[in-house]
T-cell receptor, first 116, second 112 residues
Framework: DVKVTQSSRYLVKRTGEKVFLECVQD?????MFWYRQDPGLGLRLIYF???????EKGDIPEGYSVSREKKERFSLILESASTNQTSMYLC???????????????FGAGSRLTVL | SQQGEEDPQALSIQEGENATMNCSYK?????LQWYRQNSGRGLVHLIL?????REKHSGRLRVTLDTSKKSSSLLITASRAADTASYFC????????????FGAGTILRVKS
């Protein structure tokens, strides 16, 4: 089974701290994504990457950055955490070859971040 | 930007009944997918339907797609308590660079 592992299930940080959320997938997927999930808003795409060292902004990239130095690892960075970044963060991966080019996502279990 | 919108926002039924959730979207798509999320966990892919398909089945799941109305429905037959979860539709279109855009979800509660 494809596995997407997010390093932390729960984090509590203080305003202004730098926060790293790590995501690792073990199925050699080319594509990786970071979403945040808030009640009533569904999932919103923060950043995504189609290859090592490349990144693309999603719908809400402000206040975030990402790093993809290795194919299996995609990190989300909050340079200076703020209270409005309190949320559930979901990492996902996919491969275009999975279902005839369709982008079917495999998600990690999520990281619930609270910024005080 | 939200492409899909699910309806209803919440649904409560008895075990054994059927559950129907609807999804509407705004622009043309390549495919539409449904995902399930158990409380506090990640999403799990359920089923994909392409724009040239009208209906698909997978076990107790039936998905329909009406591209003229820009809408889809997910039917879960003979529901079980274990089906209690949130259900999301997600749309993919080439212009988005194969990104998936998710709706806000339907919360389904199946009472035993």
């Amino acid at each position: 089974d494809v596995k997407v592992t997010q390093s932390s299930r729960y984090l509590v940080k203080r305003t202004g701290e730098k926060v790293f959320l790590e995501c690792v997938q073990d199925m050699d997927h080319e594509n990786m994504f970071w979403y945040r999930q808030d009640p009533g808003l569904g999932l919103r795409l923060i950043y995504f990457s189609y290859d090592v060292k490349m990144k693309e902004k999603g719908d809400i990239p402000e206040g975030y950055s990402v790093s993809r130095e290795k194919k299996e690892r995609f990190s989300l960075i909050l340079e200076s955490a703020s209270t409005n970044q309190t949320s559930m963060y979901l990492c996902a991966s996919s491969s275009p070859g999975q279902q005839a080019g369709a982008n079917v996502l495999t998600f990690g279990a999520g990281s619930r971040l609270t910024v005080l | 930007s939200q492409q899909g919108e699910e309806d209803p926002q919440a649904l409560s039924i008895q075990e054994g009944e059927n559950a129907t959730m609807n999804c509407s979207y705004k622009t043309s798509i390549n495919n539409l997918q449904w995902y399930r999320q158990n409380s506090g966990r990640g999403l799990v892919h359920l089923i994909l339907i392409r724009s040239n398909e009208r209906e698909k089945h997978s076990g107790r799941l039936r998905v329909t797609l009406d591209t003229s109305k820009k809408s889809s429905s997910l039917l879960i037959t003979a529901s079980r308590a274990a089906d209690t979860a949130s259900y999301f539709c997600a749309t993919e279109k080439m212009e988005y660079g194969n990104k998936l855009v998710f709706g806000a979800g339907t919360i389904l509660r199946v009472k035993s």
